[in-house]
């Protein structure tokens, strides 16, 4: 069975601080993987999406980067954390083709 | 631009209070809808896909049915361990990989 972690769990980091979430799925091979965040009161927003190594699709400008450096690996950066980046960080995978995804346990990010 | 609305926003039942919770959307054209169940400080956990109008889909008290503008999740006497937000999101055809997600409804069970 395939399985989606994210570390760490919680997170409190100081403005202008960098930042490195990093996923990681297991079971499966080539999937889509998801960077999303999701604030205090509001949906989830997409932020990354990769089809493959070295392939991201950006959804939304800011301070944020993602890469794919091998097929089941997706990592979440910035050079300098704002307070407004603060929220619940999830990443998702999918077999593509317009199915399911399914989600890890997600970071808790404090900027302070 | 495609878009999902679910409703209410928060729902109070009592234990063994069915109800049922919306989800509309406008989307270019359906590839799928997908509910999942979210627990507080949890990441979203799939519930189910409905692919066409008129499909249901039922797991121990939920049922989600489609329609061409609309999904609803019926709960069938629900219990406390029932609370949690559910969400609901669509993928749309055109080769997108997204998918665009609803806000959510959060449904508070009470004993």
């Known amino acids: 069975s395939q399985t989606i972690h994210q570390w760490p769990a919680t997170l409190v980091q100081p403005v202008g601080s960098p930042l490195s979430l990093e996923c990681t799925v297991e079971g499966t091979s080539n999937p889509n993987l998801y960077w999303y965040r999701q604030a205090a009161g509001r949906g989830l927003q997409l932020l990354f999406y990769?089809?493959?190594?070295?392939?991201i699709s950006s959804e939304v400008p800011q301070n944020l980067s993602a890469s794919r450096p091998q097929d089941r690996q997706f990592i979440l950066s910035s050079k300098k954390l704002l307070l407004s980046d603060s929220g619940f960080y999830l990443c998702?995978?999918?077999?593509?083709?317009?199915?399911?995804?399914?989600f890890g346990p997600g970071t808790r990010l404090t900027v302070t | 631009e495609d878009q999902v609305t679910q409703s209410p926003e928060a729902l109070r039942l009592q234990e063994g209070e069915s109800s049922s919770l919306n989800c509309s959307y406008t989307v270019s054209g359906l590839r799928g809808l997908f509910w999942y169940r979210q627990d507080p400080g949890k990441g979203p956990e799939f519930l189910f896909t409905l692919y066409s109008a008129g499909e249901e889909k039922e797991k121990e008290r939920l049922k989600a049915t489609l329609t061409k503008k609309e999904s609803f999740l019926h709960i069938t006497a629900p219990k406390p361990e029932d609370s949690a937000t559910y969400l609901c999101?669509?993928?749309?055809?055109?080769?997108?990989?997204?998918?665009?997600f609803g806000k959510g409804t959060k449904l508070t069970v009470n004993p």
């Open positions: 990769s089809v493959g190594i070295g392939q």
């Open positions: 998702a995978w999918s077999l593509g083709g317009g199915r399911e995804q399914y």
């Open positions: 999101a669509v993928g749309t055809q055109g080769g997108s990989e997204k998918l665009v």
